[in-house]
Nanobody, 114 residues
């Protein structure tokens, strides 16, 4: 079993920045794909960014140029640095680990005020 614990969410004004952190409880983190998803009120959960074990990244069009996903395998931690935040970035952000099976964190709320 893997536990994922997100932190770093909060309330920020449009144009501001936040850094989300997701800490994994097991060492299989280093061989796994890590992903950040977002779920806005009344909408389906959507992929925001992902990073492979080798560091290859992929971003949703809405995140390109503003968000950066990174990982520290020594700390079993993945980060999502979010810059130039917009009100439409508001939602619950979930960390996801894809290894021999899939694991989810409990989510952290991000609210961007206009």
């Amino acid at each position: 079993q893997v536990q994922l614990v997100e932190s770093g969410g909060g309330l920020v004004q449009a144009g501001g920045s936040l850094r989300l952190t997701c800490a994994a409880s097991r060492s299989l983190f280093s061989s796994s794909i890590m992903r950040w998803y977002r779920q806005a009120p009344g909408k389906q959960r959507e992929l925001v960014a992902r990073i492979t074990s080798g560091g290859s990244t992929l971003y949703a069009d809405s995140a390109k140029g503003r968000f950066i996903i990174s990982r520290d395998n020594g700390k079993n931690t993945v980060y999502l640095t979010m810059n130039s935040l917009k009100p439409e970035d508001t939602g619950v952000y979930y960390c996801n680990l894809l290894g021999y099976r899939e694991f989810w964190g409990q989510g952290t709320q991000v609210t961007v005020s206009s």
